[in-house]
Each structure stands twice: as C-alpha cells, then as structure tokens.
Nanobody
Framework: QVQLVESGGGLVQPGGSLRLSCAASGITFSVYTMGWYRQAPGNARELVAA???????EITESVKGRFTISRDNAKNTVYLQMNNLKPDDTAVYYCNTKSFTRAYWGQGTQVTVSS
C-alpha cells in the first residue's frame, strides 16, 4: 500500500522559511517522479514543484528563486525548502506521485504565512 506522509507545515511570518518533508512507503521510491502541489481556499490544486527519478526539476514560476525541491532516495523522502515566504503561499501542501494507473496523494500539511 502506497503511503505519502507530509510534515513540516506551520505558521510563519512573511519572509520566513519552512521545509516540508514527504516520507513515502509502498513504492520503489527511486524510480518515481515526486511532486508537491498546493491548494488555497477557493482555488484549484496547482503544481508547485516536481523532481524526476533522474533529478530533473520542474518548478512553477511564482516560486522560482524562493522554493527548492530535493529528494533523498536512501530515506524515501522528498523535500520542499521554502524561503522568503509570502502570504500568497498560504495553502495546504500535498505530496504526490503517479503510477501508470493512478495518482497518490498525502494527507496534506497546512502552511500559513501571516504576520
């Protein structure tokens, strides 16, 4: 059974930093592309960043230069380092991966950026 468990969310002031972690189990982690999505109230879920098995990275324009995605295949974990956070980054952040037949999601972790 595939499980994705996020951690690291919380309340932070504008300009602050957080690091999200997603621990995966039930998959051969090293061969999967891993992604981070977010969903703010009233908005659709959107891709924030993704990292392929080979380390290729896709990152959405609004967070370029502030967010970094990385993976540790030995720990079956993908990370999202978020710096210079802005109120518009407030959302529930979800870890994601996909097989040929379906997508898998974590339960989400809340990130709130507010003074």
């Amino acid at each position: 059974q595939v499980q994705l468990v996020e951690s690291g969310g919380g309340l932070v002031q504008p300009g602050g930093s957080l690091r999200l972690s997603c621990a995966a189990s039930g998959i051969t982690f090293s061969v999967y592309t891993m992604g981070w999505y977010r969903q703010a109230p009233g908005n659709a879920r959107e891709l924030v960043a993704a990292i392929s098995r080979g380390g290729s990275i896709e990152i959405t324009e609004s967070v370029k230069g502030r967010f970094t995605i990385s993976r540790d295949n030995a720990k079956n974990t993908v990370y999202l380092q978020m710096n210079n956070l802005k109120p518009d980054d407030t959302a529930v952040y979800y870890c994601n991966t996909k097989s040929f037949t379906r997508a898998y999601w974590g339960q989400g972790t809340q990130v709130t950026v507010s003074s």
